[in-house]
């Protein structure tokens, strides 16, 4: 090989990021996520009595955290810096540990002692809306893979299972992004909303509890959101959400075979096999299903109170790598993805928004109608 040869490869192979840039990313990261937390923390606090406070206070930090590195993305773009501290921004390792520490936090005991209605109502309104999502997203010709990010994040638990989603089908950052933003979106009102309407249905606490964990997508906006309906509302929504959660991990692998067989599968390409399966499934949610199992066990010989601390602990660690996660969201984030998209998606999802709305109220009536605590 001529040194002419050698030069035109050195200066066609892309630039491999030095470690300290990468570190410099690291610490944007992470000072970006502390700032989150800062922001979290102190404005509800600042604001507590004003007109804002109500609304302040049902913040949750993916927003903080999804602004905060988009500014971070525009201030580093606008620098230069952005590609060369890329490296850093471990958007999937980062949801990836903090969906596995998740699992700590579903008793899997509490959902088999006491949610039986809660059980059949999450089959059912999973299997209806995401059948609903996926067939109108499919009329709309959405991408498959946003498809499946839609239908998951609006029938089971928002962000959580539209990070399962991505993980099973590979879809694009920016359309985890998307997902993301449409969840919090809905979400907020909700938390306002669904209380209202509830007290003016003349709904029972069980049946109004029911209803708000089965159709705000996040957990901390169902436990705001219960907490405004009542006591025993809040309880049943909190087990109606942790049905759904529980059940993130069979849409996973639902996903993932079908995207392996029917979606990716072209017809001169050979028949997907079981360890190809095993390839593309997302191991975290083995973990995320291990960790509520070591957690379970672990309250179970020590007792809720005992134990409470160290699932705290584990809720916190949690909490820190979801920050990290939306921070690098953020800053991976690219407009180009997003302006493709066009209005189709905002339409499918909250058309579904909807239709859960309508159905969860129907199967929370039905199943919850003569629910007693005991």
Same mark, same amino acid.
């Given at each position: 090989?001529?040194?002419?040869e050698t030069s035109?490869?050195?200066?066609e192979a892309?630039?491999?990021p030095? /470690?300290?840039?990468?570190v410099?990313?690291?610490?944007?990261?992470v000072a970006?996520?502390?700032?989150t937390?800062?922001?979290?923390?102190?404005?509800?606090?600042?604001?507590?009595?004003?007109?804002?406070?109500n609304?302040?206070?049902?913040?949750e930090?993916?927003?903080?955290a999804?602004?905060?590195?988009l500014?971070?993305n525009?201030?580093?773009?606008?620098?230069?810096?952005r590609d060369r501290m890329?490296?850093?921004f471990r958007?999937e390792?980062?949801?990836?540990?903090?969906?596995?520490l998740?699992g700590a936090?579903?008793?899997?005991?509490?959902?088999?002692s006491? /949610?039986g209605?809660?059980i059949?109502?999450?089959?059912?309104?999973?299997?209806?809306?995401?059948?609903?999502?996926?067939?109108?997203?499919?009329?709309?010709?959405?991408?498959?893979k946003?498809?499946?990010?839609?239908s998951?994040?609006?029938?089971?638990?928002?962000?959580?299972?539209a990070i399962?989603a991505?993980?099973?089908v590979?879809?694009k950052?920016e359309?985890?992004?998307y997902?993301?933003s449409?969840?919090?979106?809905?979400?907020?009102?909700?938390i306002?909303i669904?209380?209202a309407?509830?007290?003016?249905?003349?709904l029972s606490?069980p049946v109004?509890?029911?209803w708000?964990?089965?159709?705000?997508?996040?957990?901390?906006?169902?436990?705001a959101a219960?907490?405004?309906?009542?006591?025993?509302?809040?309880?049943?929504?909190?087990?109606?959400?942790v049905?759904q959660?529980a059940l993130?991990?069979?849409?996973a692998?639902?996903l993932?075979?079908?995207f392996a067989?029917?979606v990716e599968?072209s017809?001169d390409s050979?028949?997907p096999?079981?360890i190809d399966l095993?390839h593309r499934?997302p191991k975290?949610?083995l973990?995320?299903?291990?960790?509520?199992?070591i957690?379970?066990a672990y309250?179970?010989?020590?007792?809720s109170?005992?134990g409470?601390?160290a699932?705290?602990t584990v809720?916190?660690l949690?909490t820190l790598?979801l920050i990290l996660?939306?921070?690098s969201?953020?800053?991976?984030f690219?407009?180009?993805?997003?302006r493709?998209?066009?209005?189709?998606p905002?339409?499918v999802?909250g058309?579904a928004v909807v239709v859960?709305?309508?159905?969860?109220?129907g199967?929370s009536a039905?199943l919850f109608?003569?629910?007693?605590?005991?």
């Amino acid at each position: 090989m001529t040194s002419e040869e050698t030069s035109t490869r050195e200066a066609e192979a892309p630039e491999r990021p030095s /470690a300290g840039w990468t570190v410099a990313g690291l610490l944007v990261v992470v000072a970006l996520a502390a700032l989150t937390r800062f922001l979290e923390q102190y404005v509800p606090a600042a604001t507590k009595g004003s007109g804002f406070g109500n609304i302040a206070k049902s913040i949750e930090y993916p927003v903080y955290a999804i602004l905060l590195g988009l500014l971070g993305n525009a201030v580093l773009t606008a620098t230069g810096l952005r590609d060369r501290m890329a490296a850093a921004f471990r958007t999937e390792f980062f949801i990836k540990t903090g969906l596995v520490l998740l699992g700590a936090s579903i008793n899997l005991a509490v959902i088999v002692s006491a /949610a039986g209605p809660a059980i059949v109502q999450a089959v059912l309104l999973i299997t209806i809306v995401f059948g609903f999502t996926w067939w109108l997203g499919g009329r709309l010709g959405l991408d498959h893979k946003l498809r499946a990010l839609l239908s998951s994040a609006v029938s089971i638990c928002g962000v959580s299972a539209a990070i399962a989603a991505a993980g099973a089908v590979q879809a694009k950052k920016e359309q985890l992004a998307y997902t993301a933003s449409l969840v919090i979106i809905f979400a907020l009102p909700s938390i306002f909303i669904l209380p209202a309407l509830a007290h003016w249905f003349g709904l029972s606490q069980p049946v109004a509890g029911a209803w708000i964990g089965g159709n705000i997508d996040t957990t901390a906006a169902v436990t705001a959101a219960g907490t405004l309906a009542g006591e025993q509302a809040l309880q049943i929504a909190s087990i109606v959400k942790v049905t759904q959660n529980a059940l993130m991990g069979v849409v996973a692998v639902a996903l993932t075979a079908y995207f392996a067989f029917r979606v990716e599968r072209s017809a001169d390409s050979p028949r997907p096999r079981a360890i190809d399966l095993w390839h593309r499934f997302p191991k975290f949610v083995l973990g995320f299903v291990a960790a509520s199992v070591i957690a379970t066990a672990y309250l179970g010989a020590v007792g809720s109170a005992a134990g409470k601390p160290a699932i705290d602990t584990v809720n916190d660690l949690r909490t820190l790598f979801l920050i990290l996660a939306f921070v690098s969201i953020g800053l991976e984030f690219r407009v180009s993805s997003l302006r493709e998209a066009g209005w189709r998606p905002i339409g499918v999802f909250g058309t579904a928004v909807v239709v859960n709305l309508a159905i969860g109220l129907g199967l929370s009536a039905l199943l919850f109608a003569n629910f007693s605590a005991g």
